[in-house]
């Protein structure tokens, strides 16, 4: 085939390529390198995209950022729901398995990517104000697929989103604090945590049938 009848791809399709691209460079750059290195020229040369098409597509670093960890959340969500119907139904097995569900999602690189955006925002004003709704959003999002994950029995208890936070800041500490997302050890926190939550499910239980 000569280049004269060579069919070129649509252009939406070129462009939704060159957008997933810059999202999966985005991630990767923030998760691997952090925010200070994760420049829109170093993006672009993970990504092979031109700085045309790149600021073409995302007018501010940020704007690239915060919409590659939109779609990762999502893409999370959708994956963390197909599971849902797998898990053991009896409670103590059904809360092992949630939470062994929710760390594998929970210590990806959208987790560190989070925590590496959390960072920054705390010292930037101008990335907080536009993290702040977003996160907002993120987090009443991922309580209701919690509850899916956890099931009715448990979900359904009037403790079980102060039991959910308190899981979500072991979680965001096993990242942060203890640098363990990558090590062996980090296989074993399910099945630790589950042992600490167990307790606080069932009072939350006992409370409501008191």
């Known amino acids: 085939m000569t280049a004269a009848t060579t069919i070129r791809r649509p252009q939406a399709l070129r462009r939704s390529e060159a957008v997933d691209s810059l999202l999966v460079a985005a991630i990767a750059c923030l998760a691997e ?10 993006i672009q040369q993970r990504a092979e ?15 690239l950022l915060l919409r590659a960890i939109e779609r990762l959340f999502d893409q999370h969500v959708a994956e963390i729901r197909s599971t849902i119907h797998t898990l053991p139904r ?11 569900v929710l760390w594998e999602h929970w210590r990806s690189p959208l987790g560190t990517a989070l ?36 099931g009715p029995e448990l979900s359904g208890q ?16 096993a990242l942060e604090g203890l640098h363990v997302a990558s090590s062996a050890r980090a ?20 409370a409501a049938g008191g």
Not at 126 to 134: D, G, K, M, T
Not at 158 to 173: I, K, S, T
Not at 187 to 206: G, I, M, N, V, Y
């Open 158 to 173: 009037p403790g079980f989103a102060d039991v959910l936070n308190l899981l979500f800041q072991a979680m965001n500490g």
């Open 90 to 100: 009896e409670h103590t097995d059904r809360t092992r398995a949630a939470i062994a």
């Open 33 to 42: 390198e952090g925010y200070a290195a994760t420049s829109m020229t170093r």
């Open 187 to 206: 296989s074993d926190l399910p099945a630790f945590w589950a042992r600490l939550l167990e307790p606080l499910f069932t009072s939350t239980q006992r």
């Open 49 to 63: 995209i031109n700085r045309g098409r790149c600021s073409h597509y995302f007018r501010t670093k940020n704007d």
């Open 115 to 150: 925590i590496e955006l959390r960072g920054v925002a705390r010292v930037d004003p101008e990335l907080r104000a536009v993290l702040a709704p977003r996160e907002a959003r993120t987090l009443a999002e991922l309580e209701d697929v919690c509850r899916e994950l956890f």
